[in-house]
C-alpha cells in the first residue's frame, strides 16, 4: 500500500492546519495593533500582559481592546513627551506558571512599565516578579484589595474602589432598604474566596444566615438556592468572577426566589455579553455595584469615542473606563518622569499623581497615588449602586440609596 | 573500556545544558524560561516514574507541586529554619500523601484512577484554599527568604544552573534507575503485572515506592518554581499543567526520562517563546503534540536515534 | 416545595452526564478507546449553534444542523486523522492514543474560541412553548427537550446494537478487534460508525443542555469530565447503564450540596469517587463475556 504517500498527505494536511491557524491568529493581532499616529522618535514601550485565549479571556480581551485604542488616541495627538507610545503584548492564558516568563519577555523586549490584564490568580503571582525586575505596573481593573497589599506590592497599582469601600457602601444600602439578614451565593474561585473573605469582615451590619458556594463552570445552582430560600433572608449577594455563574445564579434565584431583594458585585454590570444568557426578567430588580456615571463628562467623551469606534450599540462597562485612565495615568506619570528609561523615578511619579479626574464614577471623582497608597480612588464617590430593569439592561442609579458623595 | 549504563543519555543531556546556559547568560527573561522549564521538566518526570515506567497515570501532580511549593513558602513565612529544608520536607510530605492516596486507589488502574487522582488535585486546590490559617487562603503566601546555604547566597543565575543541574542528575538517575533490576521489575509489572507477582514481588508495593518517588520528585520541582517566582497561590500549579506534563515525556521520546526533558524544553519554546504574538500558547503545544504523534511516534529522541541509525548505515 | 425543583434539576443534569456517557460508550464498545474529545464535540454542537444564530442571524434549526453535522465531522476526523493512526504507529498501549486525544480535546476548545469568541454564549431553544406545570414547579421547554431526547436516543441506541447488523459488530469488533479482522469483518467501518454516531450524539446534547447554562468554549473539558465519570460509574455493562451512571452521577452533584452546603460538591465528588472505585472498581454493570 502506498504508505509514503498518505504519510506525505498527512503531514501536508497538519502542517497546512498548522499554517493556517498562526496566520489566522497572526492577522488578528496584527489588525488591532496601534500605530504610532501624529507622533515622532523613540517610541516608549509598554508592555501589556493580556489573557486573551484562557480562562480570563473573557473580560481580559474587553480592557485591552480599549487599552488599545486609548494608545492609538494618544498617538493620534502626538504621543507623550512627542514620542508614540508602543504596546508590545503577551498572553499567559491566566497561568500562574507563565506569569514570570510572560513578564519577562515583556521586558526584554524594552517594556519599562507594565499593565496586567489577566486572572487575579495569575496577578497575584505577577507581584513578586515585578520586584524582581523593578518595573512599575498597573492593574486596571483589579477590585481585589491583595493585590495591591504586602507582600511585593511596591510596584503594583489599581484604580478602582476595592471591597473596602464597597462594604461601607452595601452596609449604607442595606441600612436604608432595612435588610439585616443576608443570604450569599458565591463561586468557588479563589478570586472570589479572597474577596468575600475582605468584604465580609467589614460587613458587621448584617447577619450573614447562609453561605452557599457552587462551582464556578456550575450547570445547576437549584441546591444552593433552596438552602439560601432555608434560610430566609432579607435579601441575597451574589459574589461571583461574573460570566455564567453570576446568570445561573439569577436565574435560579428569579425562578424559585423571587421577591426577594439581590445585590451584586462589579462584574454583571460590566460584562454586557452575559446579560443575553439570563432568562427574561431574571436581572430584574437587580443592584450591583456599578461605577459609570453618565452624568461624568469625561464618561460622556469616552462614551461619543467606544461608539464611534465600536458600534452605536456598544455598551460601556467599567472596564471601558478603567482601562482608559490606566494608559492615560502612564502618560501623566511619564511625562512627570520625563522618560521611562529610569525606572525608580517613573515609579515615583506614579506615587505622586494626585487627584486625577478619572473616566468613571461620580464627576467629582478623583484618583490619587502615594507611597502608602496604591489604589487610586479617593472616597466611595467612584461607586454607584445600579438598579437592572425589566428588559436586563441596567436602568439607572439605585432610588433608595446612592453612596455619600461631596460636591 | 566499561561503559556505565545511562551515559550517552547523560553526556547529550549535559552537553544541552550547557550549550542553553551559554544561551542564556545575563539575560533575565532567559534565565526565567530555564527556572520554568526546570519546573515543567521535574513534575514531567515525577509523572514518568508511575505513568511511563509502572503504568500507572496519576493526576494529582498539581496538588504534589502545590506541597513543594508552600514548603517553601510555609518555612520560609513561619518559621527560622533554613530554606533549604524545604527541599527535604516538600518531597517527604509528598512522598507520603502519595502512599495514601495510592492505598485509597489500589484497586483502580487507567482511566478509573487518572479520574479519582484527578478529583484529588480539585479538592486539594479547594483545601488550600479553606485552610486559611495554615495556606494563607487564597492570597497564597510570598515575601519569601534568600536562599542561604551556610552562609552562602546564591545569585539568580546560580540558582538557574543549580537547577538545570539538578534536572540532569534527576534524569540521569531515573534512567539509571529504568535500568536497574528494579526498574527492570516495575516495568515488567506495568505488561505482566501477573507473571511479576508470581515471581513473588509485591506488584502493589513496587507501585507505591513509584508513586512516591513521582511525588517527591514533582515536589522539588513546585520548590524551585515557588523560590524563583517569589511567590506561591492555590491556583498556582492548574490542572494544564498536569495535561502539559502528560505531553512532555511523548514529545521528547518516552523511551528515556531524557525524553521528558527535551520534551518540557520544547513545550516551553512553543507556549513560551513561539515568536507569534498572542496565538494561544496551548493551541500551538496540542497542535505540535498531534503532528510528532503522527511523525514520530517514538519522541523527537527516538526519532533521532533512528535518523542516526540511518547515518550510520542500516542495521537490523 | 423546594424538593421537587431539585430532583427535576438532578434529572436534567443527571441526563445530561448520561447522555454524554452514552456517546463514550459508543466509542469504548467499538473502539475500546475512551474518547476525551467528546466533551469538546458538545461544546462546538452548543456554541456553534448559538453563534450562528446571534452573530450570523441564521435560522436556528439550520444552525442546530450546521452544528451537528460540524461536531460529528470532528469526531470522524479524530478517528481518520488521529486515533487510527498513532494506535498504527505506537501499537496496542493506550497511552499514547490518549494524549493525542487531549491534544484534540485542547485544540478544538481553542480553535473554538478562536472561531466563536471567548465569552460564554447563551444556549438556543429549538423548540418554543409553553413551560410544563408539574406540581409547584415549571419545566422549561428546553428541560422537555433534554428528556425526552435522552429516551429516545438510549431506546435508539438499545435497539440499534441489539437487532442491526452493524450494532451487534459493534459488539464483535469491541471484544476483540484482532479476531474481529482475522474473520474479515470491516473493523475500520464500524469502528468509524462508532465515532461518528458518538459525535452526532455528543453534538445534539450540547445543544440541548446550552439553554440551561450556557456554553463557552472552555466547556469541554469539564464537559469530558463529566461524561467519563458517568460512564466509569455505570459501568460498560449494558447500553442503559450510562444513564444510570449519569443520574446517579446528578443526584450527588444536586443533593451533596443540598445537605452538606460549602464546597462540598469538590470533597463529595472526590469521597463517592473514592469509595465507589473501592467497592465497585468496574462500575455498577459489569459485562459479562458472552460464550
Known amino acids: 500500500m502506498g504508505v509514503s504517500t498518505t504519510r506525505y498527505r498527512r503531514v501536508v494536511g497538519c502542517l497546512a492546519l498548522t499554517a493556517l491557524a498562526l496566520a489566522g491568529c497572526g492577522g488578528k493581532a496584527a489588525e488591532e495593533k496601534p500605530n504610532n499616529g501624529t507622533a515622532t522618535g523613540a517610541p516608549i514601550i509598554i508592555g501589556l500582559d493580556e489573557d486573551s485565549t484562557g480562562p480570563g479571556a473573557s473580560y481580559s480581551t474587553i480592557a485591552g481592546k480599549t487599552i488599545r485604542l486609548a494608545v492609538q488616541d494618544i498617538n493620534n495627538k502626538g504621543g507623550v513627551l512627542g514620542r508614540p507610545l508602543q504596546l508590545v503584548v ?60 504586602p507582600p511585593d506590592n511596591e510596584l503594583i497599582y489599581m484604580l478602582a474602589n476595592t471591597t473596602t469601600d464597597w462594604a461601607d457602601v452595601y452596609c449604607g444600602a442595606f441600612k436604608a432598604a432595612g435588610i439585616s439578614k443576608l443570604g450569599v451565593l458565591t463561586d468557588d474561585t479563589t478570586t472570589i474566596a479572597g474577596l468575600n473573605k475582605a468584604l465580609f469582615a467589614g460587613m458587621s451590619c448584617v447577619e450573614f444566615v447562609a453561605t452557599e458556594k457552587g462551582a464556578s463552570n456550575a450547570s445547576d445552582l437549584s441546591a444552593q438556592v433552596a438552602r439560601l430560600k432555608n434560610a430566609k433572608p432579607d435579601a441575597v449577594l451574589v459574589t461571583s468572577v461574573g460570566g455564567a455563574f453570576e446568570v445561573l445564579a439569577h436565574n435560579t434565584l428569579g425562578s424559585q426566589m423571587a421577591g426577594t431583594k439581590r445585590f451584586s458585585l462589579a462584574s454583571i454590570g460590566n460584562q454586557p455579553a452575559s446579560w443575553k444568557l439570563a432568562a427574561p426578567g431574571a436581572l430584574n430588580g437587580l443592584i450591583f455595584m456599578g461605577s459609570i456615571n453618565t452624568e461624568n463628562p469625561r464618561t460622556q467623551e469616552l462614551v461619543k469615542l467606544l461608539h464611534e469606534k465600536n458600534g452605536k450599540d456598544y455598551d460601556i462597562t467599567a472596564y471601558d473606563a478603567q482601562a482608559w485612565d490606566a494608559v492615560h495615568l502612564l502618560k501623566h506619570a511619564i511625562e512627570k ?70 460636591k | 573500556m566499561k561503559r556505565v549504563p545511562g551515559s550517552i543519555g547523560l553526556v547529550c543531556g549535559v552537553v544541552g545544558a550547557a550549550l542553553i546556559l551559554l544561551w542564556v547568560g545575563a539575560d533575565g527573561y532567559k534565565q526565567t524560561l530555564i527556572t520554568t522549564t526546570a519546573t515543567y521538566a521535574l513534575i514531567a518526570l515525577g509523572m514518568y516514574v508511575p505513568y511511563l515506567m509502572a503504568g500507572s497515570l496519576s493526576m494529582a501532580y498539581g496538588a504534589y507541586a502545590g506541597i513543594g511549593g508552600y ?78 546555604i551556610l552562609g552562602w547566597e546564591p545569585t539568580h543565575y546560580q540558582i538557574v544552573v543549580g537547577s538545570v543541574v539538578v534536572v540532569c542528575v534527576i534524569a540521569f538517575l531515573l534512567d539509571r534507575l529504568r535500568m536497574s533490576p528494579w526498574g527492570v521489575i516495575v516495568r515488567t509489572m506495568r505488561d505482566a503485572p501477573r507473571a511479576v507477582e508470581a515471581a513473588g514481588v509485591r506488584v502493589p508495593v513496587m507501585n507505591l515506592v513509584a508513586l512516591a518517588i513521582g511525588a517527591a520528585i514533582a515536589a522539588v520541582g513546585g520548590g524551585l518554581f515557588t523560590y524563583s517566582a517569589g511567590s506561591v497561590t492555590p491556583d498556582t500549579f492548574t490542572l494544564n499543567l498536569v495535561f502539559l506534563a502528560i505531553f512532555m515525556p511523548l514529545i521528547g521520546g518516552s523511551a528515556t526520562p531524557w525524553g521528558a526533558v527535551l520534551g518540557a524544553v520544547i513545550a516551553v519554546e512553543l507556549t513560551l517563546n513561539f515568536p507569534v504574538i498572542q496565538t494561544s500558547g496551548t493551541l500551538i503545544l496540542a497542535l505540535g503534540v498531534l503532528v510528532i504523534l503522527l511523525l514520530a511516534p517514538q519522541g523527537v529522541i527516538g526519532y533521532a536515534a533512528r535518523l542516526a541509525r540511518l547515518v550510520g548505515g542500516r542495521r537490523g | 416545595m423546594g424538593q421537587l425543583q431539585l430532583w427535576l434539576s438532578a434529572l436534567e443534569m443527571g441526563c445530561f452526564f448520561g447522555l454524554l456517557a452514552l456517546a463514550y460508550y459508543l466509542v469504548l464498545v467499538g473502539a475500546g478507546f475512551f474518547n476525551f474529545a467528546i466533551g469538546p464535540y458538545a461544546m462546538v454542537g452548543g456554541l456553534c449553534t448559538s453563534y450562528l444564530v446571534i452573530h450570523e442571524d441564521v435560522n436556528v434549526w439550520v444552525a442546530a444542523g450546521v452544528a451537528v453535522l460540524g461536531a460529528a465531522a470532528l469526531a470522524v476526523i479524530t478517528e481518520l486523522a488521529v486515533v487510527r493512526q498513532v494506535q498504527r504507529r505506537s501499537g496496542r498501549g493506550e497511552l499514547p492514543a ?173 469521597l463517592v469517587a473514592l469509595l465507589f472505585f473501592a467497592f465497585k472498581p468496574s462500575g455498577l454493570f459489569v459485562r459479562r463475556i458472552r460464550a
Open chain 1, 90 to 149: 503577551e498572553n499567559d492564558e491566566s497561568d500562574p506558571t507563565k506569569v514570570p516568563a510572560v513578564l519577562q519577555k515583556l521586558s526584554s523586549q524594552g517594556a519599562k512599565v507594565l499593565l496586567l490584564q489577566s486572572g487575579t490568580a495569575a496577578i497575584m503571582q505577577a507581584k513578586s516578579t515585578l520586584t524582581q525586575l523593578g518595573l512599575p505596573a498597573i492593574a486596571p481593573t483589579g477590585v481585589i484589595a491583595t493585590l495591591v497589599q
Open chain 1, 337 to 406: 518622569a520625563g522618560g521611562v528609561d529610569d525606572s525608580k523615578k517613573l515609579n515615583e511619579a506614579i506615587q505622586n499623581i494626585k487627584k486625577y479626574p478619572s473616566t468613571f464614577g461620580q464627576a467629582s471623582f478623583t484618583l490619587s497615588f502615594g507611597a502608602d497608597k496604591h489604589l487610586g480612588a479617593d472616597g466611595p464617590c467612584g461607586l454607584s449602586l445600579v438598579e437592572f430593569g425589566s428588559d436586563n439592561k441596567p436602568k439607572g442609579p439605585w432610588a433608595t440609596f446612592q453612596p455619600p458623595c461631596s
Open chain 2, 71 to 148: 514548603a517553601v513558602g510555609l518555612i520560609s513565612a513561619r518559621s527560622g529554619l533554613p530554606l533549604i529544608l524545604a527541599w527535604v520536607a516538600g518531597p517527604i510530605i509528598a512522598a507520603a500523601l502519595a502512599v495514601l492516596l495510592g492505598l485509597a486507589t489500589r484497586r483502580l488502574s487507567g482511566f478509573f484512577l487518572a479520574a479519582v487522582t484527578l478529583l484529588f488535585g480539585m479538592a486539594f486546590t479547594a483545601l488550600l484554599v479553606d485552610a486559611e490559617g495554615l495556606s494563607g487562603g487564597s492570597g497564597g503566601l510570598g515575601s519569601l527568604r534568600k536562599l542561604n
Open chain 3, 98 to 270: 490518549l494524549v493525542a486525544v487531549a491534544a484534540v480535546l485542547f485544540a478544538i476548545q481553542q480553535f473554538g474560541g478562536y472561531l466563536f469568541g471567548y465569552t460564554t454564549l447563551p444556549g438556543q431553544n429549538l423548540l418554543t412553548f409553553d413551560p410544563v406545570a408539574v406540581g409547584d414547579i415549571v419545566v422549561p421547554p428546553s428541560a422537555v427537550l433534554l428528556l425526552s431526547f435522552t429516551i429516545v436516543a438510549f431506546a435508539a441506541a438499545a435497539l440499534w446494537i441489539r437487532y442491526t447488523r452493524t450494532g451487534r459488530l459493534l459488539r464483535a469488533v469491541g471484544d476483540s478487534t484482532h479476531a474481529a479482522g482475522l474473520l474479515g469483518l470491516p473493523v475500520n467501518r464500524v469502528r468509524l460508525i462508532a465515532f461518528l454516531i458518538s459525535g452526532l450524539l455528543a453534538g445534539i446534547t450540547g445543544l440541548l443542555f446550552a439553554p440551561k447554562a450556557g456554553v463557552s468554549s472552555l466547556s469541554g473539558l469539564s464537559w469530558a469530565l463529566s461524561g467519563f465519570l458517568a460512564m466509569v460509574v455505570g459501568g460498560t455493562g449494558s447500553v442503559w447503564a450510562p444513564l444510570v451512571g449519569g443520574l446517579l452521577l446528578g443526584l450527588v452533584e444536586v443533593f451533596v450540596p443540598y445537605y452538606f452546603g460549602g464546597q462540598s460538591h469538590v470533597y463529595g465528588l472526590l
